[in-house]
């Protein structure tokens, strides 16, 4: 069990593959069900705990190891989709026949894959910070290391002392400089493969854009203004926006990328808006 990932009380669960995935959940008062995947839950555990308030939210470890049923042609593990499969069978072995989808950025690849292969499990999505990308990318930015880590994370941060301080505690509490070399530099390449490419889910990005024309599951974007990222793929954003039948989008103006460390409850707030006007079937009418 990864318990070290997890700010809290963490559980196990074995799937039937022989996985282990480690998660923590909020809100088992409440009825509906919301599943947030995260690669921790340091930063991400105050959107988690907001979205409590109202739901019963499983936070659930992305993983980066172990066994895999999601394999590419050499046998490697496709994580884009394997990490989707592990909700999938999380769910199965959980008993939850339908849930809600909260995603930030990596946390919605495994949502993407749920609504390309098993929609009917998907009440609601919302991708937040990222979609699938159909275009060229436009550049690339966001993601550049040339500078240091500390200015890449604070060019995706409003509030740079407080953020980078909320950072460096979750990276203290994971242990990630206490990793060995190899297994650091495995988890790296897998987060820059897979982890902003839910479009890997797909054969190729015409059956991800004919699946976003086709959407039969509720979906809410959302973006901050001042993000780069956002720049880094700003026509597949767009397109993705225009074209995502029966879609919402909302940009928070001034934001970046890092929202959970600069507003968690403002984030948490945009989710309860999508979901109420879906329960009020506005997106359904998109849909026809």
Not at 10 to 31: S, V
Not at 72 to 91: A, L, V
Not at 117 to 124: D, F, I, L, R
Not at 238 to 261: C, D, K, P, V, Y
């Amino acid at each position: 069990m990864e318990a070290n990932k997890i700010k809290g009380e963490a559980k196990a669960l074995k799937l039937a593959n022989g996985a282990e995935l480690t998660y923590c959940e909020r809100g088992e008062n409440n009825e509906e069900i919301v599943v947030m995947p995260g690669f921790f839950f340091y930063t991400f555990m105050p959107m988690l705990e907001g979205l409590a308030e109202r739901y019963h939210v499983y936070g659930v470890i992305m993983r980066f190891d172990g066994p895999g049923d999601e394999l590419n042609e050499d046998g490697s593990i496709n994580w884009t989709r394997q990490w989707g499969k592990d909700i999938y069978d999380f769910c199965e072995a959980m008993g939850i026949r339908q849930y809600i989808h909260f995603g930030k950025c990596h946390g919605s690849v495994p949502g993407w894959y749920m609504v390309k292969e098993h929609p009917e499990m998907v009440k609601y999505f919302a991708s937040f910070f990222l979609v699938p990308h159909v275009k060229e990318q436009n550049s690339n930015n966001f993601f550049s290391l040339e500078d240091g880590v500390e200015a890449f994370m604070a060019r995706g941060i409003r509030k740079v002392e407080e953020g980078l301080a909320k950072k460096m505690e979750e990276a203290a509490a994971i242990g990630m400089n206490k990793n060995d070399p190899a297994t650091a530099a495995k988890t790296q390449a897998i987060i820059q493969t897979y982890a902003s490419a839910p479009e890997m889910i797909w054969g190729s990005k015409e059956a991800c854009a004919e699946t976003l024309k086709n959407m039969t599951v509720p979906v809410g974007f959302l973006f901050g203004t001042e993000d780069e990222f956002f720049d880094d793929h700003f026509d597949s954003n767009m397109w993705a926006i225009r074209n995502t039948r029966g879609s919402r989008t909302i940009f928070l103006q001034g934001e970046h990328h890092l929202m959970e460390l600069d507003c968690p409850q403002r984030v948490v707030e945009a989710a309860f808006d999508f979901y109420d006007e879906c329960e009020k079937g506005y997106y359904k009418e998109l849909m026809g």
